[in-house]
């Protein structure tokens, strides 16, 4: 069984950065791919950035040069840096583990940007 753990949520004015964490325990498949989503109130969950451990990575256009997803291995973390935030980032964000064909979540950080 695998447990995803998220922190670093909060607020912050716009323009400012966060870095949200989702730290894994359990047994984890070499092959996995991690999965940040995020949800605004009256909205669908939708996909934000998605990374494999074969090195794709990739980002829904709105979010482009701005967030970053890395890895601690050692730590059996991963990382969402979120740059140059604006209002339209405000959501609540959740981690999604794939490993051997089962999706694991975490329990959900929010991000609110505001001035």
């Known amino acids: 069984q695998v447990q995803l753990v998220e922190s670093g949520g909060g607020l912050v004015q716009p323009g400012g950065s966060l870095r949200l964490s989702c730290a894994a325990s359990g047994s984890i498949s070499s092959i996995n791919t991690m999965q940040w989503y995020r949800q605004s109130p009256g909205k669908q969950r939708a996909l934000v950035a998605i990374?494999?451990?074969?090195?794709?990575?990739n980002y829904i256009d709105s979010v482009k040069g701005r967030f970053t997803i890395s890895r601690d291995s050692a730590k059996n973390s991963w990382y969402l840096q979120m740059n140059s935030l604006k209002p339209e980032d405000t959501a609540v964000y959740y981690c999604?583990?794939?490993?051997?064909?089962?999706?694991?979540w975490g329990q959900g950080t929010q991000v609110t940007v505001s001035s």
């Open positions: 990374s494999s451990s074969t090195g794709i990575t």
């Open positions: 999604s583990l794939v490993s051997d064909s089962q999706s694991y």
